[in-house]
């Protein structure tokens, strides 16, 4: 799969992941490949612990 564009986060470094959950481009500085999330996702907490159910855009 191939990513390109800018960081949707920081609209200033190239986008080279993509959000597992949000689908959002991301540069390596806001994804969190422990969780395969991007940094936005990854302040909302983990899925299932409080939070609502997961939206699909
Ligand atoms: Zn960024
Ligand atoms: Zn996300």
């Not at 080279?16 to 909302?44: I, K, P, W």
């Amino acid at each position: 799969m191939s990513v390109s564009g800018l960081c949707q986060i920081c609209e200033s470094q190239t986008a080279s992941h993509d959000c597992t959950r949000c689908g959002m481009l991301v540069c390596d500085d806001h994804f969190r490949e422990a969780t395969g999330l991007c940094a936005q996702c990854a302040s909302e907490g983990t899925p299932g612990e409080g939070g609502g159910p997961i939206q699909e855009f």
